[in-house]
């Protein structure tokens, strides 16, 4: 029954963004953001997940972007997303790696945590994951929040020219997706070069977190919209 559920709400998304991407070619959702760089290191906490990458303390370099999901004009409230990609060098008896997580603005309590939440200003913005991972000891939620600078705003012009001079620091956490969240890492962010980003592309079911594995009802909602979302135009 599960099974059948989550693979009807997938195949729901899946219309839905080819309705989209017939005019949205080349992104449905999240059309434009920002580029940003900086580093990810995860705290010695001595807390346990049951996610490898959220328990191991460590240090890696850290590609992201924020994005507003709708693309809506940039004085209207809008989903704000935050796609991070966590590089990890190899050991030198292998090539080196990445993975991916992908939060949205939501609400940080119960129910809210699970309902993502159009958004005028970033910095008093929770993020997650909404959909749980499942860790060893079983369904695991990750979010973060900003905690420096105050005053950051969802608009993708106003928030490059914030960042032009400020870096963007947010506080990692994980919950059982009734529990408290637990704070374990922090992820500094700095504005790219090259902050205007249309091609970089995130997939946390193809590139997951060390440990972090997907419900197969999950991957049933997620997949059909996401394999759809990475076609470059022309493809079937």
Known sequence: MAGRISGAIGAGFEGLFRGIKRIRRHRPIHTRGLRLDGTVVVH???LRSGIAWVDEPGRSA???RVSRSAGLPDGLPDVVGLAARFHHPGNGSGPSTFSDLLLSSTGWSLPGRFVLVPRLRISPTPFSTMMPYRGDDGPVLLGARTLAPAG???????LERTLGSSAWQLGLYFATPVGPWQH???LTLSLSP???ERDLRFDAVIHPLAGARTYEWARRVREPSYALSRREPGER
């Open 44 to 46: 010695e906490h001595g």
């Open 62 to 64: 850290a590609t992201a």
């Open 152 to 158: 950051l705003p969802a608009s993708l012009r106003a």
């Open 184 to 186: 374990f890492g922090t």
């Open 194 to 196: 090259e902050a205007e």
